[in-house]
């Protein structure tokens, strides 16, 4: 449940006292985040049962919660993380099955794109925006690509890169990625993302494999590059990560689905992912190591228990 207060500048230089202004009553159970541009605030909120938050506006002069409007109709499909404000443009940042995109806004002729990505997976963030800026820095990585940073101008898409994460002695063509999906007890598609050596995996079931899981707290465990798996992808392992209900990779009600009294999704997910991988021929019982930290240290203690 979001509580939110608001101040003036100008009150805060002129050194006007109590110049808190409560944004809305609270209600118990809406979240809200808000940004403001040209004399209205922005609101990413999950108002109305927008399970995976939308986009809301309201005046400066009427902030209720009963004023705010829908800046653009809910979509269950995407998972609106945040906006950004900029001078001339909004930059909004969504997942969608599993990847990561950035849409902009023209404020003016209210042009929208999605930053184009060249990868099957896609998965991207902002690093920098300046408010008085066209250009944006954000970031591309997967499983097999090193972290890449971008500069991009947000007028004629044009991109440079600007770092690449330095991996000493690696060649990204070697490797390999997957996204695969699991069924779970339930019927439910779980994601998995694979990576694995070309030239050392053959799919015949003899293949030794390290599965990953954390599930907990709506954390999203992204295919990001791991330079230190690389000695067991060198050695003939394949490495998968199970994007098991209790993170939001699917979006704020697949962790819905896997807390308090859903919490079984998670431990039942990663058992799924497991017997799915055997049963494809990616690896055979007893050569799976799993591996999960802190709230992962539940998950796979109840697996092993189950």
């Not at 209205?40 to 108002?47: D, P």
């Not at 799919?203 to 707290?217: A, F, R």
């Amino acid at each position: 449940t979001t509580d939110m207060y608001y101040m003036k500048m100008d009150d805060l230089y002129t050194c006007v006292q109590n110049t808190l202004i409560h944004f809305t009553e609270q209600i118990k159970g809406i979240k809200y985040d808000v940004s403001y541009f040209d004399n209205q605030f922005y609101i990413v909120t999950n108002k109305d049962d927008s399970r995976n938050f939308k986009i809301m506006t309201c005046s400066c002069e009427n902030t209720n919660s009963e004023s705010w409007v829908d800046w653009a109709p809910y979509d269950e499909s995407k998972y609106i993380e945040g906006i950004e404000m900029l001078k001339n443009f909004m930059l909004i940042e969504y997942k969608e099955n599993g990847n990561t995109f950035i849409k902009t806004v023209k404020h003016i002729s209210k042009e929208t794109y999605i930053i184009d990505i060249d990868d099957d997976i896609k998965n991207v963030g902002i690093v920098q925006s300046i408010y008085g800026s066209d250009k944006i820095i954000y970031y591309h990585t997967s499983l097999k690509k090193p972290t890449t940073y971008y500069e991009y101008n947000l007028n004629n898409k044009s991109s440079n890169v600007v770092r690449i994460k330095e991996v000493p002695n690696y060649d990204q063509t070697l490797y390999e990625t997957e996204r695969i999906f699991a069924t779970g007890h339930d019927g439910v598609n779980i994601p998995i993302s694979l990576i694995y050596r070309k030239d050392k995996v053959k799919k015949n079931g003899l293949n030794s494999l390290y599965l990953y899981g954390y599930g907990s707290y709506g954390i999203t465990v992204d295919p990001n590059f791991r330079g230190s798996i690389l000695p067991l992808l060198n050695r003939g392992f394949i490495y998968a990560i199970a994007h098991v209900r209790g993170g939001s990779f699917l979006g704020y009600k697949w962790f819905e689905d896997g807390k308090m009294l859903n919490k079984m999704n998670t431990f039942k997910d990663f058992i799924s992912c497991a017997e799915h991988l055997i049963k494809n021929n990616y690896t055979i019982k007893k050569q799976i190591t799993i591996e999960g930290r802190s709230a992962g240290g539940l998950l796979v203690g109840a697996a092993l228990t189950m």
